[in-house]
């Protein structure tokens, strides 16, 4: 499952437009998940924009003028415009400290740079319906909480907690100080069915073009694998979270073949 399957889109709804919506929305706290702003734009206004975003830990992407009117949709947005996030992050300690509270063995889903909002929301669907008890994504190179992956999921993206970090290698080290093992998936693994999932576990799903990250990769402690018996040697990055997802519930669960 070294390469996933990848339809690329462009999210363009629930965008606040302008300097004075933006900064307003910002001051008022607005669960903002990114701010656009035009690589020709500056000015006293926008600065304090930038700040107040930083100081949030709020993404920040430089874009062209041309990629901010087609966010705008036409509307005058003054070299910046912003996206509400369907849902509120959390912090990876906050993610450990409600498991532990639980008294629960860890199960966390990271996607290491899954783009396309589709399969997010997709993923998380089924993370909340196995039992994981929180989805690790990377804050760049990511398809983030909007409404796009707020729908795919169904509503399990309000459901279960999703935690956007800045480093996934730092967080896969943060995950293994715990005793968590780190289980990613690509194709020169071991069958996934032959694989004792027991205690902590993080599962690794890679992009839908390159697959789990090298870094992310050498950090692991396993490398499984699904069979890929026809022509096509790659499976959709949601479908293939789906089936190891499951075969991790089903060994939590205690549940035997027959």
């Known amino acids: 499952m070294n390469k996933w399957n990848h339809s690329e889109q462009t999210e363009r709804s629930d965008m606040i437009v302008g300097r004075n919506a933006v900064l307003e929305a910002l001051k008022t706290g607005k669960q903002i998940d990114t701010v656009y702003v035009s690589s020709t734009a500056s000015g006293g206004s926008l600065n304090k924009i930038i ?8 993404v920040i992407k430089t874009v062209t003028v041309q990629k901010l009117d087609g966010l705008s949709g036409g509307i005058n947005h003054q070299g910046v415009a912003a996206v509400c996030a369907a849902a509120e992050y959390t912090e990876l300690s906050e993610l450990l400290k409600a498991v532990q509270e639980q008294g629960e063995s860890p199960f966390f889903l990271i996607c290491d740079e899954i783009e396309d909002p589709h399969n997010l929301g997709a993923i998380i669907r089924t993370a909340e319906a196995v039992g994981v008890h929180g989805v690790i994504i990377p804050k760049r190179r990511s398809a983030t909480l909007t409404q796009t992956v707020y729908k ?27 005793n968590i093992w780190i289980y990613s998936a690509d194709m020169d693994g071991t069958p996934w069915c032959e694989v004792d999932y027991s205690g902590g576990v993080a599962l690794v799903i890679g992009s839908e073009g390159k697959g ?16 890929m018996k026809g022509q096509i040697n790659s499976l959709n990055a949601s479908v293939a979270a789906g089936v190891l997802m499951y075969e991790i519930a089903r060994q939590r669960l205690g549940i035997k073949a027959k």
């Open 51 to 58: 700040g107040l975003a930083k100081e949030k830990k709020i």
């Open 212 to 227: 789990v990250s090298r870094l992310v990769r050498e950090a692991s402690d396993f490398v499984v694998s699904l069979p």
């Open 152 to 178: 795919t999921s169904a509503g399990a993206a309000s459901v279960v907690p999703v935690c956007r970090v800045s480093n996934l290698k730092q967080a896969v080290e943060e995950l293994k100080a715990q």
